[in-house]
């Protein structure tokens, strides 16, 4: 399995960017998908979540009526559209295929290389 990000940059607070993440090696429809990130010095978290059809969708509280996660199956391609960016929302996306909720999101085996995100004040 390969996932690789892209889209990620330098961007004002309050700008926004598109993330997006092209998945290869196995049933892209078949599996759920996520984002998660790590800012320096802190564990990666949990960011968005969708199944597989797309029809749910899921946010952290700190991202949630900021940040759209959505999916072209067609495309092998999950995207992370994110508006009214903050300082705090600065870190390396990953993009993680299969995560599933327990108590908390468990990312699946698989990630991409990462791309940064950097929002300037």
């Known amino acids: 399995v390969q996932l690789v990000e892209s889209g990620g940059g330098l961007v004002q607070a309050g700008g926004s960017l598109r993330l997006s993440c092209v998945a290869s090696?196995?049933?892209?429809?078949?599996?759920?998908m996520g984002w998660f990130r790590q800012a320096p010095g802190k564990e990666r978290e949990f960011v968005a979540a969708?199944?597989?059809?797309?029809?749910?969708?899921y946010y952290a509280d700190s991202v949630q009526g900021r940040f759209t996660i959505s999916r072209d199956n067609a495309k092998n391609t999950v995207y992370l559209q994110m508006n009214s960016l903050k300082s705090e929302d600065t870190a390396v996306y990953y993009c993680?295929?299969?995560?599933?909720?327990?108590?908390?999101?468990?990312?699946?085996?698989?990630w991409g290389q990462g791309t940064q995100v950097t929002v300037s004040s």
């Open positions: 993680n295929q299969g995560p599933t909720l327990k108590r908390l999101w468990i990312p699946g085996d698989y």
């Open positions: 969708i199944t597989w059809s797309g029809t749910r969708t």
């Open positions: 090696g196995r049933t892209f429809s078949n599996y759920g």
